[in-house]
């Protein structure tokens, strides 16, 4: 079982059943969706619609920050922010306990798991001669150096694609609190301000748009692209980017922190958006049954095919929220809102399970996963993926049964 946010717990009042079906008292009351292009309509590439590549502009750097706690001894995933490079920079900041950090043994491997060879060509800005300074890494022994604040930076050779870097810090008093890990051959993080208007992707609007001359929806009332900038500087995310939809409510744009391009297209799209959307493409209406409830589990590249629908027509398709009909942004869509937006349209007429209106059969669950329904459905499927990738599951091959998708006639009647 996995648990994404919080563990489902359903209360059976008339106002929960209600809110369960999105405010909609008589399903029979919904117009039925007849979409072209197959059974969930024309998913629009987003990421080829607007040029939006994973890695950015090429001298666009990425970091991924990782809180490190003490003592530490394990594999620490890197690809899903950073792009394959020559170099890495690595530093770390503070000291759990002690006056200076203490690390065992640094480690690189590939997609295979096989350890790559590797330089480390400087230490704290300095270059590696061999003489005055000496590399820190492979340790003879292990490496300790007095005050937290320290970097060093490694040399492959050539451009790697390195998935993982191990790491072990058997000293819990000097074990770094921080790493930052960059694939270029300097930390970006730091340098000037955080976020920028040259740092956006576009998600829905005319293709080719300028930020700068749009107006967005602010908290109170209409913000400037530079008034955005301001505030997400005085106040960073937590996940470090920001999505803000324009005041006529057409376009939509995503801000990232400076380094954190990867994260935030991975958040909407994933490391494949090609697969996901070729998946929902081409499924057609068909009248096949899966009768065994146990076997209505989804594969991780369906729920991801979910995803791609979220973002292709939030925007574009004007969807509103079940509690309040505000517009929706893609994050802000839960599992009340798809289930009004989406899912009734599309089962009612053949009273099905939206598991059901998939082509790939019956299947049996690796996973069962508890959920809330107020959660967004991004996170959700975030959160799956994450499950996945940490432990080296096929995207194919791993299913998993969610009530929302599978059970909704429960719900229906």
Known sequence: M????????FDNSPAQKDRRLGNIKDVTEIE???SPGGTFGIIDRVTEKFNISRCGPENEVHTKIIDVPSPFKT???????????RYLHLAFE???????IGINQITFKDAKGNEIPYENIEVDGQQVDHDEVKPAFPPNGWWAVVGGDHSLLFDFGEKMHVKEIYIWCANSASTPKILKVTDSTRSNVND?????????FQLAGETEQDPNEIEFVGDADKMSCEEVIESLNANNPENCFKSFLSYDGKSHFVFYEKGKRISAYNYYFGVEPSLAIDLINSVEPHDEEIED???RALSLEELRGIRAIIVSNCVKKDWKSSKDGHKLRPEDVNLYDLNQTLILPLTQKRNCSFRELFTSGESKPTYYVSHWWGESVLDFIRCCEYHADSHGLSPDDTKYWVCTLLLLLLFMT
Not at 2 to 9: F, H, K, N, P, Q
Not at 75 to 85: G, M, T, Y
Not at 94 to 100: K, N, P, R, V
Request: with cysteine; proline share 2%; charged share 25%.
């Open 293 to 295: 409830v146990a076997l």
């Open 94 to 100: 503070d000291i759990h306990d002690s006056h200076y």
């Open 75 to 85: 594999n620490v995933q890197i690809d899903d922010e950073l792009e394959p490079s």
């Open 2 to 9: 996995i648990y994404s946010r919080l563990c489902c717990c």
């Open 192 to 200: 000037g301000a955080k976020y920028d208007s040259a740092f956006f």
């Open 32 to 34: 039925e969706v007849r």
